[in-house]
Structures are given as structure tokens and as C-alpha cells.
């Protein structure tokens, strides 16, 4: 009897779209930080976090924000692609997951999951290997996070309000991630920001507000 195959879970390749900071995260005006380098720290902090995954073979950033570049400029494993005359979150992913390919499972991640551990990020991996396309909401439960597709798969998303129902709707599967999984939280407010900063914030986002709060 033939054994059964095991999914590859690894060489993955993660889309981080990121806007321009100097337009990024305008609903953060009233934390009492300066909000142009609080959207650059979040998105690094996502950023280092996705290339930290073991999981993870590849990061490409869509982003015209040239402190982006200039971060990840020597990196080996993260890539940034200029977004462009590209207008919108899905055109910039689609624009990424086109310089990925389709050779190797593909994932979009938004920019701005600041509190994201690697390991987590990897539990997500792992069980979409098994899925065509899969799916983590934000921590509302109507958002999504991540959305991911294997090898082979036509690329297709729909981030923005209530993403999450239009990706099953693309045929994403909500994949049985952790409810605490860092994964979940997003930050577009200072609320969700705070919650973030109770899970853990990354180095970058924890120095940004903690020099605000000196």
C-alpha cells in the first residue's frame, strides 16, 4: 500500500504590503507618540518577525516608504518590491505574490502585526499546508490577517471591512490557529494598539512609544 503524503510546510514565501508611513496608520494620532515612526516601527517589527519564522524562505515588501528600504536594504531573506503606481492593498499583495510565483506557497501578511511572534506565525503555516488557500482573522473575528495559498494556487485576496467572510467566499478555510495566537492582533486604532502592547510588542514599536512616554 502506497504511504500517505505529508504536506510540505516549509519555503514559504510572505507578501507584506506597507504603506508609505508618512500616510500609514492615520487613525494613531492620539497616542501621544509621533505617528509616522509609529507606522515604520510596526511594520519593521511585522516584517522581522515574518523573516524570523522557520517556516518562512522569503519575505517580500511592497512598499514605496524608503525607511522600509533602506532597513532591509542588505537583507538575504527580505526583499523590497516598490509599490509604485500601484494603487490598493490587494494590488500591492497581488503585485508581491507575482514576484513570489507559483512555484511555492504563498502568504500575505499586513504590515501591521506588531506584537507577532515567529512561532505562531509558523503554527499558521503548518496547518495551511494542507489547505488550498487559507485564512486568520484579525482578533474581531470580521478582519483578516493573514491569508495564504500552496503551491500552484491562482493568487486571489480581498482585504479591507469584513475581509474575513469575503476570503471564504474566495474559498479561504479559517485555520485552527490559538485564540491568543499574536497572529490576531492587527493594530489600526489606540485601543488595539494597547492590546498589542500587553501581548508584546517588538523592539522597534516598544522603543518608539516608550520614547514618547519619557
Known sequence: MEAMSTPDTSGWTIVVPVKPAAVGKTRLTDVGTDREALARAIALDTITAAAAADLVSRVIVVTDDEGVRAEFRRSRTVEVVPEGDTRGLDAAIALGA???GVGSPRAALLGDVPALRPADLDAALE???????????DAEGTGSTLITARAGAVWVSAFGPDSAARHRLLGCTDLSVARDSTLHRDVDT???????????????????LAAAAA
Open 98 to 100: 507575482a514576484v513570489a
Open 127 to 137: 496547518r495551511a499546508a494542507s489547505v488550498e488557500r487559507g485564512l486568520v482573522t
Open 190 to 208: 489606540a485601543a488595539q494598539l494597547s492590546e498589542a502592547v500587553a501581548l508584546g510588542v517588538g523592539p522597534r514599536t516598544a522603543a518608539v
